[in-house]
């Protein structure tokens, strides 16, 4: 599972995220960018301390300030489905491929081209 597949996923769900200072942010997650930098709706901040509450209407919270983010466990089941899915379309092949051509190289007997030897090299 990505972190990224998983916070497009919980785009529109509640979720906790703590702050490197300590502070945590509770809101409704609008949007996630590939940087992590998200955008909260319905938001209340708690200070590093606890003894401090504040709400907001909305926020931004850049994703290199981010420690850790936790998301509903419905949200972890939709993308584990999603990914369950996707594995079950796949054709069983071999895998990827192997680059440029079969499994010696794909550039003749010798590997290196036809008898020019390829990359001008002399031959044999």
């Known amino acids: 599972m990505l972190p990224l597949s ?4 919980a785009q529109g769900h509640a979720v906790l995220v703590e702050l490197k200072t300590g502070e945590t942010y509770n809101g409704h997650m ?5 940087w992590m930098n ?5 938001v209340i901040c708690t200070s590093k301390d606890g003894d401090r509450f504040w709400r907001m209407p909305e926020a931004y919270i850049r994703g290199n300030t981010i420690k850790y983010i936790r998301v509903p ?3 972890i089941d939709k993308v584990q489905e999603e990914n369950f899915r996707r594995d079950e379309k796949r054709p069983a092949s071999g895998g990827r491929g192997r680059g440029r051509g079969g ?3 794909g550039r ?3 590997g290196r081209g036809g008898p020019e030897g390829g990359r001008g090299g002399r031959g044999v």
């Open 108 to 110: 003749g007997e010798g």
């Open 6 to 9: 998983l916070l497009k996923t």
């Open 73 to 75: 466990d419905e949200v």
């Open 30 to 34: 609008v949007m996630c960018d590939t």
């Open 103 to 105: 499994a010696f190289g």
């Open 38 to 42: 998200i955008h909260l709706r319905e």
